[in-house]
């Protein structure tokens, strides 16, 4: 290590030492264990001063752990640790340590962080900003929000021809798994129009991480934010790494850029929500979902979009990952209905080998208009009923029943519908797309 980065490194620790003793109170109101469960502890002699969704921490001294008050009554609160393994006995003193905050910089691109915010790639500490931000933060009034204006270019052929994205749009990409859709994402990272990309990899395997992170982000990495909670983690962790991406990319879209955020998936983090809220007392109403999962989901998709005019926007795509192909799953129905657009990934397509496996029939964009020409739309709407008949005649096809000259537009569909699904199959390695509509024309000319 060169004296300089040396110096540098020494300097961004004492300045992390420093910012933490200064956010110590001077004093602390404490209460005590009372009960301890696989699930969750009891504290007592902090209710009347506790609020729902704000921190304690207990430990003390440098091996001091955060836990999130999930349920507050007369007796005492119910609190679940963000970390796992994390140990407690009864009577052990617990302090009141408020709602968790965040001070992000822009130092931050190109660090990987836990859902706590503090780095976990060995690159050292992270320089605070000047500023801190309450983790649940809440979107800007509807109507000082700018508007959605601006086409984005994705460089995958079929999101670009059939699902366009516009700046400051919120888009689900809806799949089973095992059919594409973390290559989809990876994909997307890869696109060159953003300033900044936040990654928030939720309830991921441990060995995916490093592999998005290395291969889908590498054209990205230093302009990447990355925030990860995996499966092994504990469900608070899980539940709160999408709020931590969140406030980060709220952070620089404040600043003015325009930011990417993926999460990938909104699904694990319902599932996290759910673990939380069951521990909690709350009752299941929906397959096993407590009736709070289903106002999180909002709150947290409604976050991401366009800023106050002047400032930045923040394009979302938010993975759902559907629970056994069923894609009227209580989360899936959920998130589908506050997006503005899904792309659908269809396990019978990645069958066929055709990839991305997207559903075009399945797929919409609600702001596909500000993206399309007049022309252009006519045209996918043409395109779209030549694939839906394409499809429908499919079996028909099949047992020999179709012959040509009998119909003009099955036969144009029969002739086109092929090209098209060549023309729309894209692999990570393969080049950006970077006119859709004339490599499409160049195909079926072909």
């Known amino acids: 290590m060169s004296p300089a980065r040396g110096t540098h490194s020494a300097l961004a620790e004492l300045e992390h030492s420093v910012a933490q003793a200064a956010a110590e109170p001077l004093v602390r109101i404490s209460g005590a264990v009372s009960e301890v469960s696989s699930a969750q502890a009891r504290v007592s002699g902090l209710s009347p001063v506790l609020k729902l969704g704000e921190c304690v921490s207990f430990g003390g001294g440098g091996s001091a752990h955060l836990a999130e008050v999930v349920r507050i009554d007369a007796q005492g609160a119910s609190i679940k640790a963000f970390e796992a393994n994390t140990l407690t006995s009864l009577g052990e003193r617990v302090y009141r340590a408020g709602p968790l905050r965040l001070s992000p910089h822009r130092s931050w691109k190109g660090r990987v962080i836990n859902a706590l915010g503090a780095p976990i790639d060995g690159a050292g500490p992270l320089r605070q900003g000047d500023e801190s931000a309450l983790i649940d933060g809440v979107p800007p009034p509807a109507l000082r929000r700018a508007r959605v204006s601006k086409p984005l270019r994705t460089g995958i052929r079929v999101v670009d021809l059939f699902t366009p994205i516009c700046a400051g749009q919120r888009i689900g990409i809806f799949a089973g798994s095992g059919v594409g859709k973390s290559t989809l994402l990876a994909m997307l990272a890869g696109s060159k129009d953003f300033d900044t990309v936040v990654l928030a990899l939720v309830g991921e395997r441990g060995r995916e991480v490093r592999e998005f992170l290395d291969d889908a982000l590498a054209g990205n ?72 999962v289903f106002s999180d989901l909002p709150k947290l998709l409604e976050r991401a979009g366009p800023g106050e005019e002047g400032k930045g926007s923040i394009t979302g795509v938010f993975s759902v990952l559907v629970d056994g192909d069923d894609h009227n799953d209580p989360v899936a129905d959920a998130v589908r209905g506050t997006l503005d657009g899904h792309v659908v990934l269809d396990r019978a397509i990645a069958d066929q080998g055709r990839f991305p496996a997207v559903n075009v029939l399945a797929s919409i964009s609600r702001l596909a208009q500000i993206a399309w020409t007049s022309e252009q739309r006519d045209l996918v709407v043409k395109l779209r009923g030549l694939i839906a008949r394409y499809e429908d005649t499919s079996d028909l096809r099949l047992m020999g029943g179709y012959k040509a000259g009998n119909d003009p537009e099955l036969d144009q569909a029969v002739a086109l519908v092929p090209k098209i699904y060549k023309a729309l199959e894209q692999s990570p390695g393969s080049s950006s797309s970077r006119d859709a509509f004339r490599e499409l024309a160049q195909a079926l000319a072909a």
């Open 221 to 292: 990495r230093s302009l990447a934010v990355s925030v990860v909670a995996t499966g092994d983690e504990t469900p608070t962790m899980r539940r709160l790494a999408p709020r931590t991406a969140m406030t980060i990319a709220e952070f620089f879209r404040d600043a003015g850029d325009s930011v990417l955020l993926i999460i990938d998936s909104v699904t694990r983090f319902a599932h996290a929500a759910r673990d939380v809220a069951l521990a909690a007392g709350e009752p299941a109403v929906a397959r096993g979902y407590a009736p709070s």
